[in-house]
């Protein structure tokens, strides 16, 4: 079922919802699974399953000389998908990515969530690689995530690329994109950015996902202007608990987002993760719980591969 037959369903009722990244190249799914189990009595309609851009790895040849070659250390994407859809009953969201992909690749990939009866694709751009200063378009590929949703949006309308074959059966994917309550770090300005917004949605996208943000107000406050900015879908806030110290630089650094002064003093004055782990819980439950009340959709969390504190924080909510 689609993200927005969900919410309709719902009937104003809020969500609960996370993310899980495949394992790493080579490790047993099961781990992955002993992460989803405690959270499915939350009853998620959906979870949604990132993709890793590609990397460069370095194998010793020996002699001094070094052989690189291109891999993607977290492969599996709409395979795991397909597990989880067929093992728990519910709904999986794959993220397809521009980046390291060509136009072709991805009407295949797209092609293969259709036949396994996936309803909904989330369409990013994705970051740029390791080496990578900014992102680079893949040759063949997209640059920017308004143009995947184009290509989405084409194949509901049952258009294939260069039209080499003639459809009488359309997919009906619902299309999902980012949105940043505190601008794309590479945006100019958080209006340039909202404009980018719109155009993915005038493109075709059903509803918003955001990046994890701390402070519920900057949340209310890009809702607002994104409504202003003539954005009417739904709008589903990303929620990350903190769990260790080092997030305090990490994630200001990676998200170029900022972390309220209240946060911060009370991670300080932790002397232990688990300390630390204990205020992450709160401040999310404490955001979550204003968010609920504010009548938002669904609550979608970060979890990183762990289910512990998303449980923890699930059970006093849901
Ligand atoms: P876009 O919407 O293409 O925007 C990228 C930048 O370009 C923005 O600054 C925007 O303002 C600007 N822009 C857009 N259109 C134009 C234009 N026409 N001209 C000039 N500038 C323009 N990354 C992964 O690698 N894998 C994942 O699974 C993944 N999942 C994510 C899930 C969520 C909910 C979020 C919020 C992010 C996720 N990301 C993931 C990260 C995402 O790929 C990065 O944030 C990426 O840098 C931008 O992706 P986007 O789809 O928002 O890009």
Redesign the pocket.
């Known amino acids: 079922m689609k993200v927005t037959e969900h919410i309709k369903k719902a009937n104003g009722k809020t969500l609960f919802s996370f ?1 899980i ?1 495949p394992p790493q190249k080579g490790r047993n799914i099961q781990e992955l699974y002993d992460n989803i189990d405690p959270l499915m009595e939350f009853n998620p309609p959906f979870i ?6 590609e990397e460069y790895v370095y194998i010793d040849k020996g002699e001094g000389l070094l052989d690189r070659k291109i891999t993607r250390m977290r492969p599996g ?1 709409v395979g795991i998908c397909a597990a989880i859809k067929h093992k728990y009953n519910v709904d999986t969201i794959p ?1 397809v ?3 390291g992909f060509t136009k072709e690749e991805t009407e295949y990939l797209l092609v293969d969530c259709h036949y396994l009866g996936i309803d909904n694709v ?7 690689m390791k080496h990578q200063k900014y ?1 680079e378009p893949t040759k063949g590929g997209h ?4 143009e ?1 949703v184009a290509q989405m949006k084409d194949l509901n309308a049952g258009k294939y690329l260069h039209e080499v074959i003639e459809s009488d059966y359309k997919t009906n994917f619902c299309i ?5 309550p505190e ?6 300005s958080l209006t ?2 909202l ?3 719109k ?2 949605v005038d493109a075709g996208a059903d509803y918003i ?4 943000f701390f402070d519920n107000g900057k949340f209310f406050d890009f809702v607002e202007k994104a409504k202003q900015a003539g954005i009417h879908v739904p709008i589903i806030p ?1 929620i990350k608990p903190i769990a260790v110290k080092k997030h305090l630089q990490l994630l200001p650094q990676v ?1 170029k987002i900022d972390l309220p002064e209240a946060l911060i003093s009370e991670v300080e004055k932790c002397r232990t993760n688990n300390d630390v782990r204990q205020v992450g819980i709160d401040w999310a439950v404490q955001q979550s719980k204003e968010l609920q009340k504010a009548g938002i959709p669904v609550l ?1 969390f970060y979890s990183m591969g762990k289910s512990d504190n998303i449980k923890a924080i699930a059970s006093q909510i849901f």
């Open positions: 993310e990244i949604d399953v990132t993709t890793s851009r994407t993220h990515l521009c980046g989330m369409a990013l751009r994705g970051d740029a992102f640059t920017y995530a308004t995947l999902g994109v980012a949105g940043y601008k794309h770090l590479e945006a100019p340039n950015d404009k980018r917004l155009e993915k996902v955001t990046q994890m990303g998200f979608h």
